[in-house]
């Protein structure tokens, strides 16, 4: 039977350079993860009494992040709800290889390919052409190194098992020419709250609908 320590240990021991070896073994910890209710249940109810966890937790009108294990500096271990029919409209990078395991909904996600010779900072949807488009579904899995640029649609009630690395770049671009537009569709939700700070509340519902969903144990209190 594995522990809570067990899987801290696992990803202490992750070289996060973005080989297959890392991708692998981060795969594998998730998986598990993701099988093993009991482990996931405690790890989840553990978070409201653990304020280096809880404190790190957000809650945003479009996605609540839960953190269930963390390395500051290091590598970060969270759930993921998408509220609503997300729609992550610009291509983007990220800081940290991330790694992640749909647990329920799912996306359709688009990896561009640059065209402009450049292997990192800004660009535009001129400088990409789609590369690979995927389906994200239930049990899927994949790894997205900090180089790469991708877009995601989502579906209502995502949630996924989510893994970073540590930091690898000094920040993450969006497609410049489309960042003012999504930034003007989203701020009328944005501007409606001002703390983003996950409440006891807002963990209590999280919970109770993985529960509902079978995805952690214990009595569901809707
Ligand atoms: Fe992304």
């Known amino acids: 039977m594995h522990t809570v ?130 389906i994200e579904e239930p049990g899927a899995d994949y790894m997205l190194g900090d180089p790469l640029i991708h877009q995601t649609i989502m579906r209502p009630g995502t949630v996924s098992l989510f893994l970073s690395g540590p930091a690898r770049q000094d920040q993450w671009w969006p497609a410049c020419d489309l960042n003012g537009m999504v930034t003007e569709m989203k701020k009328d939700d944005m501007e409606q709250v001002k703390d983003f700070s996950m409440t006891p509340a807002h963990h209590a519902a999280f919970a109770a609908m993985l529960r509902s969903h079978g995805i952690i144990t214990g009595r569901t209190e809707l």
């Not at 795969?27 to 009494?49: K, S, W």
């Not at 390919?113 to 789609?130: E, I, M, Q």
Request: glycine fraction near 6%; proline fraction near 6%; hydrophobic fraction near 35%.
């Open 5 to 134: 320590e067990d899987v801290h240990r696992e990803l202490d021991d992750i070289d996060w350079q973005l080989s297959r070896d890392s991708a692998t073994r981060a795969r594998g910890i998730l998986r598990r993860l993701a099988d093993d209710r009991p482990l996931l249940t405690d790890m989840v109810e553990a978070v409201p009494n653990t304020p280096e966890l809880m404190g790190r937790c957000e809650h945003h009108p479009l996605m609540s992040r839960m953190v269930l294990a963390d390395r500051p500096g290091g590598w970060c271990l969270r759930l993921h709800r998408f509220e609503h029919d997300e729609r992550d409209l610009i291509p983007h990078t990220h800081r940290r290889a991330i790694y992640s395991h749909i647990l329920l909904g799912g996306y359709l996600q688009a990896w561009h390919r640059r065209t402009d010779g450049k292997d990192g900072g800004p660009f535009t949807t001129a400088d990409l052409v789609p590369a690979v488009i995927s």
